[in-house]
C-alpha cells in the first residue's frame, strides 16, 4: 500500500535555531516528492519538488534532501523564524498518476522567540 | 500567480442541509480537486475533474458529488450534511498534461462545521 509518513508529529523549537523534519514513503514507482507548507487555517503552499534524480533542492532557508535508494526525505530548515510556525506536510506522486498525490499526515513546527 | 478561491472560509450548517462549496481559479487549469483535511489523517482526495462536466471519484467520495460546468469553478455538494462531515475542505488546480513537476496549486480552505 503507498503510504507517506512522517516524523516528528510536532516539534518546537527557539527561534534562530535550525531543524530537520523527516519522511518516509513506500510510493512505487515512484515519480517525484514535494515538501509543502501549510500556515493555520490556509492551503498547503509549495515548497520544493523533486524527481527521482534530483538528491537535493534549496528555497532560500527551506532544503530538501532525497534518498530514493532507501525511499527517504528531509527538510531541513536553518535559522529557524517565527514565520516559520506552520505543518510542513510531505507528498509523493507515482509514476503514470499525473495527480493522485499521497499526502504525509504532516509535522506541526512551532517556533517560539 | 496561481489563484484559487473558495466561496467561504468558514461555513456552519446543521444536519441534513445541502451545502454547496465553490472554488474558482485563474490559471485555465484542465484539472481540478476537492480534498477533506482532518487531524492525524493528511488530505485525502474526495472527487476529481480532469475536464469540463467529467469527475472521477477519489478516495473517500461517500456522501459528496461535484460539478464541473465551467473550465475555471468546480463545486462540491454535500446532498445531506452529516456530522462526520464537518472539516477542513481544501480545493486544488493543475495542468492536466503530465510532467514530473506539474503542480497543484491549494485555496485557502473551506473550515466546515455540521451541527
Known amino acids: 500500500k503507498n503510504q507517506v509518513e512522517q516524523s516528528p508529529q510536532s516539534l518546537i523549537i527557539l527561534e534562530g535555531k535550525n531543524c530537520t523534519l523527516q519522511?518516509?514513503?513506500?510510493?512505487?514507482?515512484?515519480?517525484?516528492l514535494r515538501w509543502y507548507k501549510q500556515d493555520t487555517g490556509r492551503g498547503p503552499v509549495s515548497l520544493t519538488i523533486?524527481?527521482?534524480?534530483?538528491n537535493t533542492k534549496s528555497n532560500g532557508r527551506y532544503t530538501a534532501t532525497l534518498d530514493a535508494d532507501t525511499k527517504q526525505s528531509s527538510l531541513h530548515i536553518t535559522a529557524s523564524q517565527l514565520s516559520d510556525s506552520a505543518s510542513y506536510i510531505c507528498v509523493v506522486s507515482a509514476t503514470g498518476s499525473s495527480y493522485k498525490l499521497i499526502f504525509g499526515s504532516g509535522t506541526r513546527l512551532l517556533v517560539r522567540p | 500567480d496561481v489563484k484559487v478561491t473558495q466561496s467561504s472560509r468558514y461555513l456552519v450548517k446543521r444536519t441534513g442541509e445541502k451545502v454547496f462549496l465553490e472554488c474558482v481559479q485563474d490559471?485555465?487549469?484542465?484539472?481540478m480537486f476537492w480534498y477533506r483535511q482532518d487531524p492525524g489523517l493528511g488530505l485525502r482526495l474526495i472527487y476529481f475533474?480532469?475536464?469540463?462536466?467529467?469527475?472521477e471519484k477519489g478516495d473517500i467520495p461517500e456522501g459528496y458529488s461535484v460539478s464541473r460546468e465551467k473550465k475555471e469553478r468546480f463545486s462540491l455538494i454535500l446532498e445531506s450534511a452529516s456530522t462526520n462531515q464537518t472539516s477542513m475542505y481544501l480545493c486544488?488546480?493543475?495542468?492536466?498534461?503530465?510532467?514530473?513537476?506539474?503542480?497543484?496549486?491549494f485555496g485557502p480552505g473551506t473550515r466546515l462545521t455540521v451541527l
Open positions: 490559471m485555465d487549469h484542465e484539472n
Open positions: 486544488a488546480s493543475s495542468f492536466r498534461n503530465y510532467r514530473p513537476n506539474n503542480e497543484q496549486f
Open positions: 475533474s480532469y475536464d469540463v462536466k467529467m469527475k
Open positions: 523533486m524527481t527521482f534524480s534530483e
Open positions: 519522511c518516509n514513503y513506500t510510493v512505487s514507482p515512484f515519480s517525484n
